[in-house]
């Protein structure tokens, strides 16, 4: 114990020495590489508008005083992968301290949509701040928290520093470094300790998560494995009445009986994959039908466009069909939010960014339906739920080149479709309890 407190000061008088610089070249690149691109960030805010309404607040010059001190928890969730996780903790927050005043930020706007609607009645929802100190101390002497949540991975070397400054607790929730990631953070290393060395408490998902925070600079005794939090969403109650699935079936001419495929959060370059991978499906299962959802809605124009090229009849769900138009053989889910409940519609769902190298996207969405669950080998940043759900057979791991025929088997063959479903349902179910790990290190800091 004495040697771990002698290790902690010598770090911390090495900081002093080195930190200043470290984070003034930090602000430095950060500033340059802003100015730099900033013409490139103005053309894609005007032309998709995406950027520009967040921007005001992000430099801190919007946002809502808080009333009084202590102020809220702050739970920083950077997109709709991190808000959906947030919602069980969130839940089980306002349950333990309903006193709690709660303020919950994103960065991408798909974040702050479904963050609007998933936690607006629950949290205060803004976007992060840039992360330079002018922006920061705005955000901080408005919102006076008394604790921050950051969840998985989004870790900001200013932010940290202002935090630590204002003697504000910050705890990574749900915690997960990529194979990507650690090789990144590697390269910085120095910055990557400071920043580990400021968080109070870590949770992660997995035992390789811990063992990365600490070999990164974590100090060991605070770092804890607590599960994944996106193990304890409840699956979407399936309503046969849902107007959205009433209208999806009738777009596509389906019932009960009719295959489909749903494919989700497909990533640039991966489409024409899925497309000529569903005309091969079709020679085999006529009538098979494909939900195509790509992940991000400046996306979906051009997603639109391969379609059209392909010759398959398809149609954008936020188009209303003309009751005299036939069935489509493709339905685009360009719309956000909706495709947690439209995997209830799938026989098979295929797993979008995991067959080019963007590290895959969570597969717990439709194993909490129980359905038949296909991904690609690139899953890098689900590298231990790939692992499981293979290991244990819950789900099926095969290239682009054999998607088309392992679609088909599983169509064509309702045993296996039913088993792996069913398999990919229990061990979603086995491993739940994160929520409740999670709080348990988090509760002391919210005094």
Known sequence: ???????????????????????????????????????YWLLKGLRERKYLASFWQRLGLSVTRSPG???PVWIHAVSVGEVLAARPLIRALKAARSDLPLVTSTVTLTGQLLARKELGSSSTVLYFPFDWDFCIRRFIDAIHPRAVVLMETELWPNFLKNCKQKTIPVILANGRISDRSFARYRRIRSLAAAMMRRLQAIGTQTATDRQRFIELGAWPDKVTVTGNLKFDLPAPEVDEGDPLLQDIRSALGTGSGNPVVVVGSS?????????????????????????????????????????SASGLAYRRRSTPRPETQRPCEVLLLDTIGELRRVYSLAWVAVIGGSFLPFGGHNPLEPAGLGKAIVFGPEMGNFREIARLFVEVEAALQCS??????????????????????????ETFRQNQGATENTLRILLPYLI
């Open 69 to 71: 001190r202590p102020g």
């Open 267 to 307: 990533m640039k370059g991966e489409e024409p994959i899925f497309i000529h991978a569903f005309e091969e499906i079709r020679r085999r299962v006529p009538d098979a039908k494909l939900i195509l959802a790509p992940r991000h809605p400046e996306r979906f124009g051009e997603v639109a466009q391969l379609l």
């Open 400 to 425: 682009a080149e054999s998607l088309a025929s392992a679609v088909s088997h599983l169509l064509c063959n309702e045993g296996a479709r039913k088993r792996l479903g069913q398999k990919a349902f």
């Open 1 to 39: 114990m004495k040697c771990n407190r002698s290790a902690r000061v010598r770090f911390l008088v090495g900081l002093r020495r080195e930190g200043a610089a470290l984070y003034l070249l930090y602000s430095f690149a950060l500033g340059l590489a802003a100015l730099m691109t900033s013409p």
